[in-house]
């Protein structure tokens, strides 16, 4: 599952006086802090939350297929669809960061959805090269984003966001292409980024969640690369279609619960995101040959 708020605070050793009460997803969050990173690489990581970062110091970006070498301060916006990697080169690693999650992000009413904007698709851009001029400029956002969080004031999410938007338009005024470079063993990292985001999915947790991503295309796009680029590559090293394997562990998923919970068949299907019990049995049977009320009917519980 990706990793949430208080899992990312756990990892990098970090508290926030304002969870003593415990986090809520459901209800808005955002948060500043300076940034460390240890010296190294930090593992491909999938999360439910969104981060923008001040980068001071020399390291790696990586995607599913691709990295950049970040030699200078950036700018670096990040949303749970897309999973990477920092590789730190140079001891020295400073910078800001904020958090914030998605009952913020869809909190404001009058204007489109910061995760609209295109800083947060999939696609495109994440990472902005600074000049000392506009890293001043961002830092001194940062920092007033911080005595708005140290502020009583009741209407300091709303002024939060808009600083938000303002980093967001900072951005896009000095964006510019990238020059990523292609991972050596690109391919290999792509399947285990695919295999990891595919068993990540599992187990539904039934009844609050419904299953996400259930073909090659939905894999493609959390990945940010080409549908046809992934299916080409997951069939060279695995021997198996990105079909396949997607078929085969929503079968094992259903198998389960089919075997081992009272849940109905119309409530397992919907949670494998299939919008009819027809086209679910049609499915399962194709994939094990029986039908899900006949597997409920061997272990009793219909």
């Not at 990295?67 to 800001?96: K, M």
Request: net charge neutral; aromatic share 14%; with cysteine.
């Amino acid at each position: 599952m990706p990793e949430t708020i208080t899992q990312f605070y756990k990892r990098i050793q970090r508290n926030d006086p304002t969870l003593d009460g415990g986090y809520s997803r459901e209800k808005p969050y955002f948060n500043i802090f300076s940034r460390q990173c240890n010296f190294g690489t930090v593992q491909f990581s999938y999360r439910d939350f969104y981060k923008v970062t001040v980068i001071m110091g020399i390291g790696k970006l990586y995607y599913a297929d691709k990295w950049i070498l970040v030699d200078r301060p950036a700018l670096l916006f990040s949303n749970p669809l897309v999973p990477y990697a920092w590789e730190s080169i140079s001891e020295e690693q400073e910078g800001r960061f904020c958090i914030f999650n998605e009952p913020f992000v869809k909190a404001e009413e009058k204007n489109n959805s910061l995760s609209e904007t295109p800083l947060f698709k999939i696609s495109g851009d994440k990472v902005f090269f600074l000049d000392d001029l506009q890293l001043s400029g961002i830092l001194d956002i940062y920092a007033r984003m911080q005595e708005e969080i140290n502020s009583d004031y009741f209407g300091k999410q709303d002024v939060l966001r808009c600083y938000l938007h303002l980093l967001i338009h900072m951005a896009m005024k000095m964006q510019d292409t990238n020059r990523y470079e292609a991972h050596p063993n690109a391919s290999q990292r792509i399947v285990e980024l695919f295999m990891e985001l595919l068993e990540r999915q599992f187990p539904v947790d039934y009844p609050n969640t419904i299953l996400v991503l259930r073909t090659p295309s939905d894999y493609a796009s959390r990945l940010s690369i080409h549908i046809n680029h992934l299916n080409k590559v997951v069939k060279e090293i695995t021997g198996k279609t990105t079909s396949d394997w997607i078929a085969e562990r929503i079968t094992r998923e259903a198998t389960q619960y089919l075997m081992h919970t009272k849940l109905s068949i119309s409530e397992i299907a919907y949670g494998l995101g299939f919008e009819t019990v027809s086209y679910f049995s049609k499915f399962y049977r194709k994939q094990m040959g029986n039908a899900p009320s006949k597997i409920r009917l061997e272990v009793g519980y219909e």
